[in-house]
């Protein structure tokens, strides 16, 4: 496969996986607002910024000013509106290498989004507007298993969506555990913060299957990091990007594709035998700073085995 494809159908992928978990936060944050005071809402919308590396507008408060932030605004490089703009972009670049349903269905949800505004979704129902977000990025991603060939460029899709979701996760649950391990004027989490980490991350009726409704701390953290079966846990995320990598490297026989299949396989083995309380006592920030870093890691080993490498090192392998 050219490396060109290749960084298309990865950063497609990424692009898609990211508006998602933009829209997926979005939602859970203004159903929030239907209960709580503005005392209560400043830490909330403080935790939903930082996971998305966004600026607060304003006074950190205004939920209309937060929503099209995140939204319409194309600087921002977590808005929904840029995200899915850049996912169809090398989409577009691609199209003989997808099926025409993933291009129609990833085209209709672009068209969504630029047909809108922030005032236009305010008036009417902002909730509904990031749902149909959620919506179409499920359908893309169910088309996509659905028609495409399960061969190399499905694989670089896989990679890409759990590479950006495990580094995404990691981030906030740093942000949401983040009382726990440095001095903060902030009070601790109250249940609702908890049920509202669990939404963002459309865990919540699995994790109460596991764990009944009992929501605490630490059984969330176990639940987001080290279930090997929730397809949003980090575990979960770090099982697929090894196993991508691993069909990758065999279909193409790089000798450069060893290390980015080692990386993985060190973040994936990391929680083979990982225990919640261990890294709760020890140092929480740090553990989730390592796995962010990793998936950077991972990230660079790509684009050296299979997108930027030199002609020279092509000829050889």
């Given at each position: ?132 977000v959620k ?36 981030l906030l ?132 085995a299979y ?11």
């Amino acid at each position: 496969m050219l490396s060109r494809v290749a960084d298309n159908l990865y950063w497609m992928s990424r692009y898609l996986e990211r508006a998602e978990h933009t829209a997926r936060l979005m939602g859970v944050g203004l159903t929030q607002t239907l209960d709580q005071d503005p005392e209560s809402a400043r830490p909330r919308w403080a935790r939903l910024l930082a996971a998305l590396h966004t600026v607060p507008p304003g006074d950190g408060t205004d939920a209309y000013a937060i929503t099209e932030a995140l939204t319409f605004d194309p600087s921002n490089h977590s808005a929904i509106v840029t995200c899915v703009a850049l996912a169809r972009e090398n989409a577009r670049q691609v199209r003989e290498q997808i099926s025409s349903e993933m291009w129609e269905q990833l085209n209709r949800l672009y068209l969504r989004v630029r047909a809108s505004a922030a005032a236009k979704i305010w008036k009417a129902e902002p909730i509904e507007f990031f749902q149909a977000v959620k919506e179409g990025a499920h359908l893309f991603q169910g088309i996509t298993d659905s028609t495409m060939s399960h061969g190399e460029g499905w694989f670089f899709i896989q990679v890409g969506r759990y590479l950006e979701r495990a580094g995404a996760t990691a981030l906030l649950l740093d942000t949401h555990f983040r009382p726990y391990f440095v001095a903060s004027p902030d009070a601790p989490l109250e249940f609702n913060d908890w049920v509202a980490l669990l939404k963002c991350s459309t865990a919540f009726e699995a994790y109460c299957k596991v764990y009944t409704a009992d929501v605490q701390p630490h059984t969330v953290a176990e639940f987001l990091l080290l279930d090997g079966e929730s397809p949003r846990s980090v575990r979960f995320a770090a099982d697929r990007i090894q196993r991508g990598l691993q069909a990758i490297a065999h279909t193409t026989g790089s000798r450069w594709a060893g290390r980015a299949e080692r990386l993985a396989g060190r973040l994936r083995a990391a929680f083979d035998y990982g225990q919640v309380d261990e890294i709760m006592a020890e140092d929480m920030h740090a553990y989730l700073d390592n796995i962010r870093r990793q998936c950077g890691g991972i990230h660079s080993a790509i684009y050296q085995a299979y997108v930027s490498y030199s002609v020279e090192s092509a000829l050889a392998s």
